[in-house]
């Protein structure tokens, strides 16, 4: 039998990625290897990658050029790249990184095991980079040790080819897993220890909608048919998931999530404009009165739902007059979080061949100026939380004061209270709310701390 290996792998980008990563070190362990923390350790480096922004593509070429002087030292280092940048790029990483080892794409993340192991008997570089839907189910392996929230793949691809976006380009068109599947994976989990489960997926709530571009009729969700059936599994508190396309908010869907209990009021939902002419622009089928017509069903469904969002400032051609309908937009919904963007021309993608005619002086003070009415309109949200009882799950003691625990609500939020000795980790524990800011709630029992 073959030495077991030492490996390490760094993760660039989103939670897929992460899921990504936790599935191959799963698998890999099965195997018998062992996953170090230090790179000096490791046999095997393998770098989880993202095309979405250059920037994040110039990181991990930067830091993989950096490990010359390693390989030079230890020869039989293996050296690998996967996931959207290896997709994007391909071959021609070899050339630009030619200590590279291997190459492995999106929808071939499942063969790694084995791709290895014929790298340790022929030291010649690998490239796979076909497509392939095998991935969705073979990585639905996770690490041994529990974990209270994780993830669960149930969608991969985008038929969506919104201007600025590389992902349908280097992830493909979308494709699902099978309801059984997925309540299996789920189940596998909380059985060893998982209380609260995350759904992803490019457009998660296509689930189970393969090939059709347009989304579903009202009365028709296959999403909304796998909460039902997630809903039933004992031991699982909660039920998130991320990121949904807004058309796909469906009446089926909304009244589906307020029907489920174990499914958190808290809904990712991508606007990126808040103009009629610029989300066409982007290709983003809706418009901002369908936008708030979404909004609004899912308030009336869910009077305490919490809103986050991606903006994208500085698109090409976007007028002042357009990124102010925008700050109109955010400011009705009342948004409890966004992730703010400068727009950045992306190659391979429509907006690429667009004039990028926005100046980064007027991105960067758009962008201040979002993050300024998010803070304002989280902080509003919170503040009418105070003197009310919210049920959160305890995750343990706070990372920067252990004095402190910390847990979340279903709508996402961050509490901080006392500990307890009748309380633990995973628990449900409900805490009265005496003080805010616009990212954190405080409980009332929580003694007179130092501030973090």
Same mark, same amino acid.
């Given at each position: ?16 990625? $992460? ?36 920037? %994040?593509?110039?990181? %991990? ?29 391909? $071959? ?24 290895? %192991?014929?790298?340790? $008997? &022929?030291?010649?570089? !690998? ?7 095998? #991935? ?15 993830? !669960? ?12 976006? !590389? ?14 599947? =997925? ?70 869907? !909304?009244?589906?999530?307020? *029907?489920?209990?174990? #499914? ?45 969002? &991606?903006?994208? =400032? ?7 007059? *357009? ?9 009705? #919904? ?51 939380? =105070? ?7 305890? $995750? ?51 003694? &007179?701390?130092?501030?973090?």
């Amino acid at each position: 039998m073959t030495r077991p290996l030492q490996i390490y792998i760094k993760t660039y980008g989103c939670q897929m990625n $992460e899921r990504d990563s936790a599935a191959l070190a799963g698998k890999l362990m099965r195997l018998g290897h062992a996953m170090v923390e230090r790179e000096e350790e490791a046999d095997v480096l393998i770098f989880n990658t993202c095309s979405v922004r250059d920037q %994040a593509e110039r990181k %991990a070429v930067g830091k993989i050029s950096y490990l010359k002087k390693l390989k030079r030292r230890k020869p039989e280092l293996l050296i690998g790249v996967i996931g959207c940048m290896a997709q994007n790029r391909g $071959e021609s990483l070899f050339r630009e990184l030619p200590h590279l080892d291997f190459v492995v794409g999106t929808g071939q993340l499942h063969q790694l095991p084995e791709i290895i %192991a014929s790298l340790r $008997e &022929d030291r010649r570089q !690998i490239a796979r980079l076909a497509t392939g839907s095998e #991935v969705l189910t073979e990585m639905g392996v996770h690490q041994p040790e529990a974990k209270l929230s994780d993830f !669960i793949a149930i969608t991969r691809g985008c038929n969506r080819f919104c201007a600025y976006c !590389i992902v349908p380009y280097v992830r493909g068109r979308e494709i699902s897993r099978e309801i059984g599947d =997925v309540v299996a994976e789920a189940r596998e989990l909380v059985a060893n220890g998982t209380r609260e489960i995350m759904l992803l997926g490019q457009n998660v709530a296509a689930f189970g909608w393969n090939g059709n571009v347009n989304p579903p009729p009202d009365d028709v969700s296959p999403f909304a048919d796998l909460l039902k059936e997630l809903q039933q599994i004992e031991g699982l508190y909660r039920i998130r998931f991320t990121s949904p396309y807004p058309s796909y908010f469906n009446a089926k869907l !909304i009244a589906v999530m307020a *029907e489920c209990s174990k #499914v958190c009021h808290s809904v990712h939902l991508p606007l990126q404009s808040g103009s009629a002419r610029v989300l066409k622009a982007m290709n983003r089928q809706y418009t901002p009165e369908q936008y708030l017509q979404i909004v609004g069903a899912l308030r009336q469904a869910m009077p305490d739902i919490a809103f986050s969002t &991606d903006v994208i =400032v500085g698109f090409p051609t976007e007028s002042a007059a *357009e990124f102010e309908e925008t700050c109109q937009l955010m400011e009705r #919904v009342g948004f409890d979080n966004a992730f703010i963007f400068k727009y950045s021309p992306r190659a391979g993608t429509r907006s690429a061949e667009m004039p990028d005619d926005v100046p980064q002086a007027v991105k960067e003070a758009r962008n201040q100026r979002l993050l300024q009415l998010l803070s304002a309109s989280a902080w509003r949200n919170n503040r009418q939380l =105070v003197g009310t009882c919210q049920e959160v799950l305890v $995750e343990g003691p706070s990372h920067r004061n252990p004095a402190r625990w910390t847990g979340k609500t279903a709508t996402a939020k961050s509490v901080m209270f006392a500990p307890q000795p009748s309380v633990r980790r995973g628990d449900l524990h409900r805490v009265t709310i005496a003080r805010v800011t616009d990212m954190t709630l405080f409980a009332d029992d929580i003694p &007179d701390l130092p501030s973090e």
